[in-house]
């Protein structure tokens, strides 16, 4: 009995990761094609970045900062600001 709740709840833990993951990946492609990025690697991301202009980058920084940002953060943040 113990087992089949305890491997229900793996299933359903493995579940979460993977939405979540899928979410982040649907995302990370949504901003390669909006920003036009050719070369789908870090270094090809990192090439692009170089070629904005400071309201392009800022408006990337936002994006990303809203889809990853962590609540442990937010201090850290307010204090250097």
Do not use: H, W
């Not at 793996?10 to 920003?35: M, S, T, W």
């Not at 090809?44 to 953060?73: H, P, W």
């Amino acid at each position: 009995m113990k087992k089949g709740i305890l491997a229900i709840a793996g299933l359903a833990a493995i579940a979460i990761i993977a939405k979540k993951a899928q979410k982040r990946k649907a995302f990370v492609k949504g901003i390669f094609d909006e920003y036009d990025v050719k070369e789908r690697t870090p270094f090809g991301f990192a090439d692009r970045i170089r070629t904005m202009n400071d309201e392009e980058y800022n408006s990337l920084k936002e994006k990303v900062r809203t889809q990853f940002g962590r609540g442990c953060c937010k201090s850290r943040t307010a204090e250097a600001e």
